[in-house]
């Protein structure tokens, strides 16, 4: 797994100022959740990317109903850190709330170019209210009309997580209220410093998710604020997996904590690998970010700086970087940044940043969920795969759209065919590439490359 840094401490330019921030050693000097089983696959048979295109995500921190995070949590953080500038700003200046009418619009604009991501919920903001309940400041109806709009805007083209309970106060779970104590040690961006089991990550996961639930939002997997679980990831890679499928039916649980940075790889992982041989493993996918957030920060007050995403001819920036890398393109920001206080700049500059992609990359590129790439990667690397001549046989755990798969060949004189449980499918040839689709097929020099849904147990795909 490529190393991983804490996104504050790529925000700030370098993992050694995660330690100034919050008082850790770099995290990467600390054990990786463990990778599991994995099964056999030829390798004259590959899994590439999704249509043979680049996967792009947009993954959004901080946001949830109603509440302006960057107003709420500064004070709480003062409290805790009193000497550092970023919690000195004048929050009493910022407004509130993020209203509505905003989500409205940026839903209805990403819908329209068809921009797909992680949208966070945190169910108790900065201690505020719980969505499940009431929001003090905000009338019931206003909350349960928030949490619809998300319900009927967002979630079509959305994954909902949890971004812990508070993302402020840890909570004592057998009460409700944050802990008396405010110290690094009773801060979720911080927590735990002490070591937990997975059972007791868990737990406090488990929390947040039932929040959720209650207010009629599925959850296939969580966001961590800042630097939870940063001594404990092998366990915290676990107890997701535990606490999203404990409350949720979820096949294939995922999770966003970490940032990476110059040439490491942008791919998800899949950890804690386990159960293979039953058909039905269980596992973690771990989904990073490639860039910092160069919008408006999760105070909301800060100057966009779009041109570090791309710049208006997408000639340069760390996602186009990432792009022409071959690389997939997931890239971060924090909600309030986006609303930057009422101005909207963060807003107009990721629009300019969207649009500048897709006027150079549009055929190259695929919009996906996390939930979707989640499953994808699950299904490329847990899928065994053997092949005996012009037969190749495939073994996945999961139902998957979309699986591209490229096979080495020297001829082949008639359509590729999908065989499953008696059931065959020809599929239909295209020219390029970027023309695949699910049932098509094109020829390469020396391969062809094919693109269906597989579906679980085992599949043929014979060439001829």
Not at 237 to 259: C, N, T
Not at 429 to 455: M, P
Request: proline content about 8%; glycine content about 8%.
């Amino acid at each position: 797994m490529a190393a991983g840094i804490n996104r504050r401490a790529f925000l700030a330019g370098t993992a050694a100022a995660a330690a100034t921030l919050h008082g850790w050693r770099s995290p990467s000097v600390f054990a990786q959740a463990p990778p599991g089983e994995r099964p056999q696959q030829d390798d004259s048979a590959r899994i590439v990317f999704p249509r043979a295109r680049l996967p792009l995500t947009f993954i959004i921190d901080d946001s949830t109903c109603l509440v302006n995070m960057g107003h709420f949590c500064i004070p709480q953080f003062h409290a805790c850190y009193p000497d550092r500038p970023v919690y000195q700003k004048p929050w009493q200046t910022f407004p509130r709330e993020i209203p509505d009418l905003f989500v409205r619009e940026f839903g209805e604009w990403c819908a329209s170019r068809g921009v797909k991501g992680k949208y966070s919920i945190v169910p108790y903001p900065a201690c505020t209210g719980w969505l499940d309940r009431e929001l003090p400041g905000w009338s019931r109806k206003d909350l349960q009309n928030s949490l619809q709009l998300v319900r009927d805007l967002m979630l079509p083209n959305w994954d909902i997580h949890p971004e812990m309970i508070t993302h402020t106060r840890v909570i004592d779970l057998k009460t409700g209220r944050p802990l008396e104590e405010i110290s690094p040690a009773t801060m979720e961006n911080s927590w735990p410093r002490q070591p937990q089991s997975v059972d007791q990550i868990a737990e406090y996961l488990a929390y947040a998710l039932r929040i959720l639930r209650n207010c009629g939002l599925p959850c296939e997997g969580i966001t961590t604020p800042g630097g939870f679980g940063n001594l404990v990831k092998p366990e915290l890679s676990l107890a997701v997996q535990q606490a999203v499928r404990d409350v949720f039916p979820v096949e294939i649980p995922h999770y966003f904590k970490y940032v990476i940075d110059g040439d490491g790889s942008t791919e998800p992982t899949l950890e804690h690998v386990s159960g293979l041989a039953g058909g039905s493993p269980n596992l973690t996918v771990n989904i990073p970010a490639g860039t910092g957030d160069w919008f408006g920060g999760w105070e909301g007050d800060v100057e966009p700086r779009p041109d570090l995403y791309a710049d208006a001819e997408a000639t340069s920036g760390r996602l186009v970087e990432l792009l022409l890398r071959g690389q997939p393109g997931f890239f971060l920001c924090h909600w309030p940044g986006m609303y930057s206080n009422g101005t909207r700049t963060g807003f107009r500059a990721f629009q300019r940043v969207v649009d500048s992609i897709h006027a150079r990359f549009r055929d190259r590129i695929l919009w996906m969920k996390l939930s979707e790439i989640a499953r994808y990667w699950a299904t490329r690397e847990l899928t065994a795969i053997r092949r005996q001549a012009d037969r190749v046989e495939l073994e996945s755990p999961f139902e998957c759209p979309d699986l591209t798969l490229s096979c080495t060949t020297q001829r082949i004189s008639a359509p590729p065919v999908i065989s499953w449980m008696g059931e065959q499918q020809s599929l239909r040839e295209v020219q390029r590439k970027q023309d695949l689709v699910s049932g098509t097929w094109v020829r390469e020099e020396d391969a062809v490359v094919v693109c269906f849904d597989i579906r679980k147990g085992r599949t043929e795909l014979l060439l001829s």
